[in-house]
C-alpha cells in the first residue's frame, strides 16, 4: 500500500493507527539538534558493481537495514542526510513490514511549549526541515526480501558539496577505530583539539575523518563517564566536608542532559581572598591532565606579590564543550563576587575562546605563548630540519619585535624567505597573533615581569603533587599537600621581605623608597631598571605645552630607540616599550626620563599596592573583597594568617631599638600566657572570684555584700561569675577592636606621611624647573 510521509515536528511522536487488519503505521521521533550517536555500529552499504547506482521502483535488497544502508550511502554520494521516517508493524506478530527513509528536511518544525516551560527558548535552534519530498519506502516480500515501492529524487533545497558531506548528521558517526585511537591520545593527556589533528592527519582530511570536533567532545565525555563510575562520589564527599567545615568554601556541580554530573568547580575561602587581592590577571590551565581517567584538571591560578603562583579555584572537567565551558566560566565569576579579572591566559583553543568572548567580554584573552611554542616544535619540525635558521628567526620576530609593524613586516619575510606561505599551522596562529604574540598584549596588564622569559605562575600549580598516576581517591590528599606547600613559600617570601634589609646600589632617595615599599623579589627588579639607567640617555624631542616627548637610546646602540612622553605637571609617563601597562613596573627608560628631570622618588600613581609588602594589609577597601572578608573569618587558614601578618608587623617594631624590644618581649610573654590559659580552658579566660573581676568599674552597680547589676537583686556566685565572664569578654573585644583601628590610623597616617614627602619632592622639582 503507497502513502505519503506524515509531516512531524522536531520532538517526535508515535502513532498506533489500525491501517486495514494486520498492520500499524509508525512515526519515528525527530531531532533537528546536530548530535551524532557515536555508540551506534553503522557501515556504509555499497553494492557490487557501478557504485553511483541510486534507487529505482522495484530495486530489492537481502534485508531492511542493507536497504538503510545504501540509501545512507547515496544520499552521501548525492549531498543530504537521511533518517528514517514512517514504519508499518505487523498485528500479527508485530515485526517491522514496511519502511521509509526520507531527507532530513522533509516535513516541517512544528514548535510546541513543553509542560512547565514558559515558552521562551534558552538556545533557538536553526530551521533545518523545508518540507523536502525526497524519500525511498521499501516493503517486505513474501520471499523475505525487501523491494522499493516508492522513490522521490528530486529535492527543494541546494545539496551540501562533498568536502561538507561529513558535517551531517546521518553520515557523521565515529568508527571503533577512531575510537580506539582517541582513547589512545586521550590517555596520553591530548585534548579533543589535539586529537583532532591527529585524526584529520591520519585519514588524510577532515572530510576522511568522518565526524566533527563535537562529535570526538561527546565520545570522551560519554568514555569519561563510563570510565569514572562511582569515583568522582568521592570527591563530591570531600567538598561537602570542606564546606560543612566552612561555610565560605565554594563549590559546583553541572550536570548535562541526561543529569549525568559533568563538571565540578571549587573555590576555598583562602583561594577566595586571594582573588580579592591579586584577581587582576587570571591563568586557566586545562593542558594538566591528572589521573588514570585523564580528565583536564584545571586550576585557576594568578600571581601573588612576590610573583609566585597563587591558588583562586580549580575545575575536574569531563565535559569540555563550549556551553560547560561557558558554565564553568559563570560559575568562577559567580565565587568571585562577579568581578572579571582584566586578563585572562588560557591554552590555544577555540572553543574557550568562544565561551570566554561569551562570559567575559571586558577581559583580554590571551592564548599562551608557550604553549603554542611547545605546539610548534612539532608542527614545525620538518621545517626546522630542512631549514636550520629558521627556528631562530620563528623565535625572535615573535619574542623581539618592538612595534606591530615590525612585526608585520619580520613575520611576512619569512613566510616568504622559506615558501610556507600555505603552511596550514602558521597561517591558524597567525589569525590568531592578537592574542599571543607579546607586541599585541603589552598594553594589559599580565603581571609578568619579562615578556621573553617564561613567568613562574605559567608553571602549574600543582607540579609535582598531581600526576597521570593520581587517583580520585588520592587526589584530596595531594591537592591539599600543594596548597600547604605553596604557603610556605609565600610565608618565608613575607618574612625575607620583612626582616632583611637589600643592599642599595646608588644614592638614590628612589631606590630606598622602593625598597621600603616593594616585596623583595619586586625590589630585585626594580633595582635591575633603574640601575640600567645609567647607560642610558634621554634625549628631549619635542615639547607641546605640559606634554614633552624625549628619545631614549643605550650608549653604543643609538640605533634602537624608545619614546618616552613626559607629562610633568602630573608626573605622568608612558613609554613605547609598554613595561609598566604590562607588568606594573616602571622600566628604564622612563625611569631615564625621571633621571634627567630630577624626579628623585616615585610618583604614588606608579606603586600598585598588589606589588607592595601591605599588598593584603590594612582594611580592605574593596566591596569584592569585604563581603569575603567577613565570610572567611572563621577559616582556620584565614585566621592563621591574620595572626601571621600581625605578629611580622610585631616583630619588625619591636626590633626597631633595645627599649622597644624589652617593652615586645615581655608583652609576648603575657600574651603567651593568656593564649595558653584560653587554650586551657577552652578558649575562654578563666574569672576568678572576687574584686578581681570587677576591677576598673566604679559605676554604682556594684556594692558591698555582693554583686549587683543595676538596682536588682544581689547576684548568686553562679550569676556573679557569669557576668563577670561577659563583661570581660565584652572588655577584650572592644580592646581588639581598637587594636585594629589603632593600626589602620597608624596605616593612613603613614600614608599622609608619603603624600607629604612627594609633595615636597614636586614643589622641590618645581623650584628647580623655575630656576633652570
Known amino acids: 500500500?503507497?502513502?505519503?510521509?506524515?509531516?512531524?515536528?522536531?520532538?517526535?511522536?508515535?502513532?498506533?493507527?489500525?491501517?486495514?487488519?494486520?498492520?500499524?503505521?509508525?512515526?519515528?521521533?525527530?531531532?533537528?539538534?546536530?548530535?551524532?550517536?557515536?555508540?551506534?555500529?553503522?557501515?556504509?552499504?555499497?553494492?557490487?558493481?557501478?557504485?553511483?547506482?541510486?534507487?529505482?521502483?522495484?530495486?530489492?535488497?537481502?534485508?531492511?537495514?542493507?536497504?538503510?544502508?545504501?540509501?545512507?550511502?547515496?544520499?552521501?554520494?548525492?549531498?543530504?542526510?537521511?533518517?528514517?521516517?514512517?514504519?508499518?508493524?505487523?498485528?500479527?506478530?508485530?515485526?517491522?513490514?514496511?519502511?521509509?527513509?526520507?531527507?532530513?528536511?522533509?516535513?516541517?518544525?512544528?514548535?510546541?511549549?513543553?509542560?512547565?516551560?514558559?515558552?521562551?527558548?534558552?538556545?533557538?535552534?536553526?530551521?533545518?526541515?523545508?518540507?523536502?519530498?525526497?524519500?525511498?519506502?521499501?516493503?517486505?516480500?513474501?520471499?523475505?526480501?525487501?523491494?522499493?515501492?516508492?522513490?522521490?529524487?528530486?529535492?527543494?533545497?541546494?545539496?551540501?558539496?562533498?568536502?561538507?558531506?561529513?558535517?551531517?548528521?546521518?553520515?557523521?558517526?565515529?568508527?571503533?577505530?577512531?575510537?580506539?585511537?582517541?582513547?589512545?591520545?586521550?590517555?596520553?593527556?591530548?585534548?579533543?583539539?589535539?586529537?583532532?589533528?591527529?585524526?584529520?592527519?591520519?585519514?588524510?582530511?577532515?572530510?576522511?575523518?568522518?565526524?566533527?570536533?563535537?562529535?570526538?567532545?561527546?565520545?570522551?565525555?560519554?568514555?569519561?563517564?563510563?570510565?569514572?563510575?562511582?569515583?568522582?562520589?568521592?570527591?563530591?564527599?570531600?567538598?561537602?566536608?570542606?564546606?560543612?567545615?566552612?561555610?565560605?568554601?565554594?563549590?559546583?556541580?553541572?550536570?548535562?542532559?541526561?543529569?549525568?554530573?559533568?563538571?565540578?568547580?571549587?573555590?576555598?575561602?583562602?583561594?577566595?581572598?586571594?582573588?580579592?587581592?591579586?584577581?587582576?590577571?587570571?591563568?586557566?590551565?586545562?593542558?594538566?591532565?591528572?589521573?588514570?581517567?585523564?580528565?583536564?584538571?584545571?586550576?585557576?591560578?594568578?600571581?601573588?606579590?612576590?610573583?609566585?603562583?597563587?591558588?583562586?579555584?580549580?575545575?575536574?572537567?569531563?565535559?569540555?564543550?563550549?556551553?560547560?565551558?561557558?558554565?564553568?566560566?559563570?560559575?568562577?565569576?559567580?565565587?568571585?563576587?562577579?568581578?572579571?579579572?582584566?586578563?585572562?591566559?588560557?591554552?590555544?583553543?577555540?572553543?574557550?575562546?568562544?565561551?570566554?568572548?561569551?562570559?567575559?567580554?571586558?577581559?583580554?584573552?590571551?592564548?599562551?605563548?608557550?604553549?603554542?611554542?611547545?605546539?610548534?616544535?612539532?608542527?614545525?619540525?620538518?621545517?626546522?630540519?630542512?631549514?636550520?635558521?629558521?627556528?631562530?628567526?620563528?623565535?625572535?620576530?615573535?619574542?623581539?619585535?618592538?612595534?606591530?609593524?615590525?612585526?608585520?613586516?619580520c613575520w611576512l619575510a619569512l613566510i616568504d624567505r622559506y615558501d610556507l606561505r600555505d603552511h596550514e599551522w602558521l597561517r591558524s596562529v597567525y589569525a590568531d597573533r592578537r592574542q599571543w604574540v607579546p607586541v599585541y598584549l603589552r598594553d594589559t596588564f599580565f603581571a609578568e615581569m619579562s615578556i621573553t622569559q617564561r613567568s613562574d605562575s605559567i608553571n602549574s600549580y600543582f607540579d609535582g603533587y598531581v600526576n597521570a598516576s593520581t587517583t580520585l581517591q588520592l587526589f584530596a590528599k595531594q591537592y591539599e599537600k600543594a596548597l600547604e606547600h605553596r604557603y610556605e613559600k609565600e610565608v618565608k617570601a613575607d618574612y625575607e621581605t620583612i626582616n632583611t634589609t637589600p643592599v642599595l646600589k646608588t644614592p638614590s632617595p628612589m631606590e630606598k623608597q622602593a625598597a621600603e615599599l616593594y616585596t623583595r623579589k619586586l625590589f630585585i627588579k626594580f633595582q635591575e631598571e633603574l640601575v640600567e639607567t645609567l647607560t642610558f640617555s634621554a634625549t628631549k624631542m619635542d615639547d607641546d605645552g605640559p606634554m614633552t616627548t624625549y628619545r631614549v637610546t643605550k650608549f653604543g646602540e643609538d640605533h634602537k630607540a624608545y619614546f618616552v612622553r613626559l607629562n610633568a605637571l602630573e608626573m605622568r609617563a608612558t613609554c613605547s616599550c609598554q613595561m609598566f601597562e604590562f607588568s606594573g613596573l616602571l622600566c628604564r627608560h622612563v625611569l631615564t626620563v625621571f633621571r634627567v628631570t630630577n624626579v628623585l622618588t616615585l610618583p604614588s600613581h606608579y606603586i600598585l599596592k598588589r606589588w607592595t609588602r601591605n599588598a593584603k594589609s590594612g582594611v580592605i577597601l574593596e566591596e569584592r573583597s569585604s563581603d569575603l572578608l567577613i565570610s572567611c573569618r572563621e577559616s582556620a587558614t584565614v585566621r592563621y594568617n591574620n595572626l601571621r601578618h600581625e605578629a611580622l608587623k610585631y616583630v619588625e617594631e619591636g626590633a626597631k631599638s633595645m627599649d622597644v624590644y624589652t617593652v615586645a618581649m615581655e608583652c609576648l610573654q603575657e600574651a603567651a600566657k593568656t593564649v595558653a590559659l584560653a587554650k586551657k580552658n577552652g578558649g575562654r579566660l578563666p574569672i576568678a572570684n572576687g574584686s578581681s573581676g570587677a576591677e576598673g568599674v566604679t559605676d554604682g552597680s556594684f556594692s558591698s555584700g555582693g554583686l549587683q547589676w543595676g538596682s536588682g537583686e544581689p547576684l548568686s556566685g553562679d550569676e556573679k561569675d557569669k557576668k563577670i565572664q561577659e563583661l570581660n569578654y565584652q572588655l577584650s573585644r572592644a580592646s581588639r577592636r581598637c587594636d585594629v583601628y589603632r593600626a589602620n590610623l597608624l596605616t593612613v597616617l603613614k600614608d599622609i606621611e608619603e603624600q607629604k614627602l612627594q609633595l615636597s619632592v614636586k614643589v622641590q622639582n618645581i623650584k628647580i624647573g623655575m630656576k633652570e
Open 1 to 409: 500500500m503507497e502513502f505519503e510521509p506524515l509531516n512531524m515536528d522536531n520532538e517526535g511522536f508515535e502513532i498506533d493507527l489500525a491501517l486495514g487488519d494486520d498492520a500499524v503505521d509508525i512515526v519515528h521521533p525527530v531531532d533537528d539538534e546536530e548530535m551524532v550517536d557515536s555508540s551506534a555500529s553503522r557501515e556504509y552499504y555499497i553494492p557490487e558493481g557501478d557504485t553511483n547506482l541510486e534507487p529505482y521502483e522495484g530495486m530489492e535488497f537481502e534485508s531492511e537495514e542493507a536497504a538503510k544502508a545504501f540509501y545512507n550511502s547515496y544520499a552521501r554520494r548525492v549531498g543530504f542526510s537521511t533518517r528514517v521516517s514512517m514504519s508499518r508493524r505487523s498485528r500479527r506478530d508485530g515485526a517491522i513490514i514496511q519502511r521509509s527513509f526520507v531527507c532530513a528536511k522533509e516535513g516541517f518544525r512544528v514548535d510546541r511549549e513543553k509542560p512547565g516551560s514558559d515558552g521562551k527558548v534558552k538556545r533557538p535552534r536553526a530551521v533545518t526541515r523545508v518540507g523536502c519530498k525526497a524519500i525511498m519506502a521499501v516493503k517486505i516480500q513474501n520471499s523475505g526480501k525487501w523491494v522499493v515501492s516508492t522513490f522521490e529524487k528530486e529535492h527543494n533545497h541546494e545539496l551540501v558539496p562533498p568536502d561538507k558531506v561529513h558535517c551531517l548528521r546521518s553520515h557523521r558517526h565515529v568508527s571503533g577505530a577512531a575510537k580506539a585511537l582517541i582513547d589512545t591520545l586521550q590517555g596520553a593527556g591530548i585534548g579533543p583539539s589535539g586529537i583532532m589533528s591527529a585524526l584529520i592527519k591520519e585519514y588524510g582530511g577532515i572530510s576522511n575523518v568522518g565526524f566533527t570536533e563535537r562529535d570526538c567532545r561527546n565520545y570522551m565525555r560519554s568514555s569519561r563517564q563510563r570510565t569514572l563510575g562511582g569515583d568522582t562520589q568521592i570527591l563530591l564527599d570531600y567538598l561537602k566536608q570542606m564546606q560543612a567545615e566552612n561555610p565560605s568554601f565554594f563549590y559546583a556541580v553541572q550536570g548535562d542532559e541526561e543529569q549525568y554530573m559533568s563538571n565540578i568547580f571549587w573555590a576555598d575561602a583562602k583561594a577566595r581572598m586571594n582573588y580579592a587581592f591579586f584577581g587582576d590577571t587570571v591563568t586557566f590551565d586545562t593542558t594538566f591532565r591528572t589521573n588514570r581517567y585523564r580528565l583536564p584538571f584545571a586550576p585557576f591560578t594568578g600571581v601573588n606579590h612576590h610573583g609566585q603562583p597563587v591558588l583562586f579555584g580549580c575545575a575536574l572537567l569531563i565535559n569540555e564543550s563550549e556551553a560547560s565551558f561557558m558554565w564553568l566560566f559563570k560559575t568562577f565569576l559567580t565565587a568571585m563576587s562577579g568581578q572579571p579579572p582584566v586578563s585572562i591566559t588560557t591554552d590555544h583553543d577555540r572553543v574557550i575562546r568562544s565561551a570566554i568572548t561569551q562570559v567575559l567580554p571586558d577581559t583580554r584573552h590571551r592564548f599562551c605563548k608557550w604553549h603554542i611554542l611547545k605546539e610548534a616544535q612539532e608542527k614545525l619540525s620538518q621545517v626546522f630540519l630542512q631549514h636550520p635558521h629558521f627556528e631562530a628567526e620563528f623565535h625572535m620576530y615573535v619574542n623581539l619585535t618592538e612595534s606591530i609593524e615590525e612585526f608585520e613586516s
